[in-house]
């Protein structure tokens, strides 16, 4: 799975964080309850993960809890067949 | 008695949770008229204090002055105290509409439409405009109520960085394929005090067919050389589609906001925008004091030339006595201490020296980025503003973090 969860932890780099963050983002540290993405902007990251691997993730289970981190995420993900 | 012993203990076992957080807000009662000068009551019961007030959105310090009162005071006698209805049953008055005409002419547009603030334009317009073909595309510090406009619409949500017109870029390449894109941003953002790169945002929007949404809440009335607002700043008057602004801080400060833009965004908001048809009309005494301010800041800029002038004093006054502070022009100037704790004891130690200001932390800004958010007005003299930054350099000489770097503060106290 590490390919998986370097794509996203890339993804969360490249879209969230900005030039003169100076914070550091590992498969573990909270997205959401960590303050580096708003529930608002997770939108992006939602329909990121369903057009690079195929999959349509529903709202029910597109929660705060669930994309709190980049191994939430991958977890997340494989319910939907993603290996 | 329908909330049980049981509820009622959730409940309280919330409050206790945001309590135990640090993140219980309240109120400071203010016992005297809006001003640069001002008798608080705080904690609440408290003997009241006079202090300069240097956290009011009473930008053009137009909330109590004597024409606005008076025409305010004319509009009781000449439209009575209130309507008792919404705009579209019996709620529109001749003033009302005379509101609309000057909001229009004032920022550039092509018509306006009142609602009972700019939080209710905001959260009415996204929906009464968009479909589900649509798309919306905010800047990640817009306000609240905007969040909370495009929560309720039907069309596509998407974000870009604040400010950065690449990523947007690549977000409108990305929705080509949508029926409308509407970048949304606010002018002045009220955090950061920093303003939108608008005439980038036109371009942009140019060049890939979108509309642009403008809330420019803490700018009208004062950025711009006639203080028309961000897009006269920026040299883009004519080409934003949707305005909102506000009547609650430099124009007068009372309430009401507006959406004002293409003639067809307003007329669909007047069908279908639902603050605006469920929700009352705005007060009669409201509309008269609008309607003065609007005639006393198209006369002359004088009160916008002072809050620029006193915006250059205080930003200056701050960055030389060796304060963090986010850098620009407009006057919310954010006096940067990182650390939440800091950033509350600062503002009580403010307090026992006369000057009203908040500490903002996370939620309310990003996690390390707590801050004293300061506002200056044409109502502050240069007394107020030498006592003020007096107060700060004391305060700041306190903590030790005058002439200290970011790093060196979140060093000292964490972030």
């Known amino acids: ?83 | 008695m329908a909330l049980i012993d049981a509820q009622r203990e959730l409940l309280k076992k919330e409050l206790d949770d945001i309590r135990q957080a640090g993140l219980f807000k309240e109120e400071r009662i203010i016992c005297a008229p809006q001003g640069s000068e001002i008798e608080v009551s705080f904690p609440i019961g408290s003997e009241e204090k006079r202090v300069i007030n240097m956290c009011a959105n009473n930008y053009l310090g137009l909330s109590s002055h004597p024409d606005v009162v008076e025409a305010a005071r004319k509009g009781l006698d000449h439209r009575g105290y209130g309507m008792s209805s919404v705009r579209f049953i019996c709620g529109t008055q001749d003033i009302h509409k005379q509101l609309e005409d000057k909001l229009t002419e004032f920022l550039g547009t092509e018509d306006t439409i009142l609602f009972p603030s700019c939080m209710d334009a905001n959260t009415g317009v996204f929906e009464a405009v968009l479909s589900e073909e649509d798309v919306m595309i905010a800047d990640r510090l817009v306000h609240a109520s905007i969040v909370d406009g495009i929560r309720l619409a039907k069309a596509q949500q998407d974000t870009f960085k604040h400010s950065d017109m690449k990523h947007l870029e690549k977000k409108l390449q990305l929705h080509a394929d949508k029926r409308l894109r509407v970048i949304i941003t606010d002018g002045s953002f009220s955090m950061d005090g920093d303003l939108a790169k608008l005439d980038r945002i036109v371009e942009l929007a140019e060049k890939y067919d979108a509309m642009v949404f403008l809330d420019d809440s803490h700018a009208s009335g004062f950025i711009g050389k006639t203080g028309r607002g961000t897009h006269e700043h920026c040299g883009v008057m004519g080409k934003i589609d949707i305005i909102t602004t506000t009547l609650g801080k430099a124009l007068g400060g009372a309430s009401g906001g507006c959406v004002s833009g293409r003639r067809e965004i307003v007329e669909l908001c007047r069908q279908k925008a639902r603050p605006y048809l469920f929700s009352n009309t705005i007060a009669p005494v409201v509309v008269e004091g609008a309607l003065a301010v609007l005639d006393l800041i198209s006369k002359t800029t004088e009160r916008r030339d002072k809050l620029e002038k006193n915006t250059g004093f205080w930003r200056k006054g701050l960055i030389e006595a060796g304060f963090v502070i986010k850098e620009g022009e407009t006057p919310i100037v954010p006096v940067m201490l990182f650390n939440a704790k800091l950033s509350q004891d600062f503002a009580k130690d403010l307090f026992e020296e006369g000057i009203y200001a908040i500490g903002f932390f996370f939620p309310v800004v990003a996690k390390g980025q707590a801050r004293i958010r300061t506002q200056l007005s044409a109502a502050h003299e240069m007394h107020h503003l030498e006592k003020a930054l007096a107060a700060f350099i004391k305060v700041g000489k306190k903590y030790g973090i005058l002439q200290k770097t970011k790093q060196e503060i979140i060093e000292m106290y964490g972030q």
Do not use: C, H, Q
């Open chain 1, 1 to 83: 799975m590490s390919d998986i969860k370097d794509v996203i932890l890339e993804y969360v780099l490249e879209e969230y964080l900005e030039e003169d963050d100076d914070i550091e983002v590992d498969y573990d540290t909270p997205l959401i309850s960590g303050g580096i993405v708003d529930s608002f902007s997770m939108v992006s990251l939602k329909r990121f993960l369903e057009t690079e691997y195929d999959i349509r993730i529903p709202d029910a289970k597109a929660t705060p809890e669930a994309f709190d981190s980049v191994n939430k995420i991958v977890a997340l993900i494989k319910e939907f067949g993603v290996e």
